[in-house]
């Protein structure tokens, strides 16, 4: 199966949805940098966010940044648009997925560190980002069976 890139969108324009399948060009990046496995699954996810992300940015002078940089085991891995919505639309992505299967205060404990500085390079105010954590995470965990959405 060669790698695919697919995109729908809903009939009145409101809903668009992509879905990348990564697995040559992970096993390729595998090959070329010699990786262990966490190390290549890392770089496979960077690498499958960055083409979902270049494939949204259609904007004049939009642009999108990769950055492997080592020192480390693994080193820095970073993906990078400047496009605001599509960094809200891929942090809230990651936010409704962490919050079906995380409890509140560990989700906010982990993802504030990762994302307070991202929010803070385009402008975000740390208030409206608090605010979003706050209430985004745990209204997703209410109708889960999860322990805080029985309480």
Do not use: C, W
């Amino acid at each position: 199966m060669s790698d695919q890139l697919i995109r729908a969108i809903s009939q009145d324009g409101l809903i668009k949805v992509s879905a990348v399948s990564t697995r040559d060009l992970t096993e390729r990046a595998r090959q070329i940098h010699k990786t262990l496995p966490v190390a290549t699954a890392a770089l496979g996810r960077l690498l499958a966010a960055a083409s979902m992300m270049g494939n949204a940015l259609k904007g004049d002078g939009a642009s999108l940044t990769l950055r492997v940089q080592g020192g480390g085991p693994l080193g820095i891995l970073l993906a990078v648009s400047d496009n605001r919505i599509v960094i809200l639309l891929i942090m809230n992505v990651i936010l409704l997925i962490a919050g079906t299967f995380m409890d509140v205060t560990p989700a906010i404990l982990i993802f504030t560190p990762l994302f307070l500085p991202i929010v803070k390079t385009f402008g975000m105010h740390p208030v409206h980002f608090g605010l979003l954590l706050v209430t985004y995470i745990p209204f997703l965990s209410i109708g889960l069976p999860t322990a805080a959405g029985l309480i």
